[in-house]
């Protein structure tokens, strides 16, 4: 079977799934979910993002004076080693600095997702308390 004809065949067969469980052909947006995330959720994986920036950010650039140090007495000294060193030395940095800044990223979106879902509720809480205020006056 060809890549084309068995990716055809995947597609075909989970054309009909949806991650509710309903199927999509049913047209139905909605449906009974067991998908539940509660606020504590959110502030305990943002808080664990944020524990491992931390971490990561005070451990993930310990060698890089003593990788420096190095690739430059084996540059000096003739071996092609030093450059190579350098090279992967590079290349470490801006993949722990893309792991740190996905790690902000998420820390602060799940954060601000908390404050914001917080605030939507105070607003239904009052909304609701005043409709019911409301039509004790009439």
Not at 34 to 62: M, P
Request: include cysteine; charged fraction near 20%.
């Amino acid at each position: 079977m060809s890549f084309d004809e068995e990716w055809g065949q995947l597609r075909s067969e989970t054309a009909a799934m949806r991650l509710n469980s309903v199927p999509a052909e049913s047209g139905g947006g909605g449906g009974a979910s067991d998908y539940k995330v509660t606020s504590a959720d959110l502030k305990a994986i943002g808080n664990e993002a944020q524990e491992l920036f931390h971490w990561f950010e005070r451990d993930a650039f310990h060698a890089g004076a003593q990788t420096d140090a190095a690739a430059k007495s084996l540059d000096g000294d003739g071996f092609l080693t030093g450059s190579a060193m350098w090279t992967m030395w590079d290349s470490w940095r801006g993949q722990a600095e893309t792991l740190l800044s996905a790690c902000a990223h998420i820390h602060n979106h799940l954060e601000d997702t908390v404050i914001s879902h917080a605030n939507h509720e105070e607003v239904l809480v009052t909304n609701f308390s005043m409709s019911t205020i409301n039509e004790h006056f009439k």
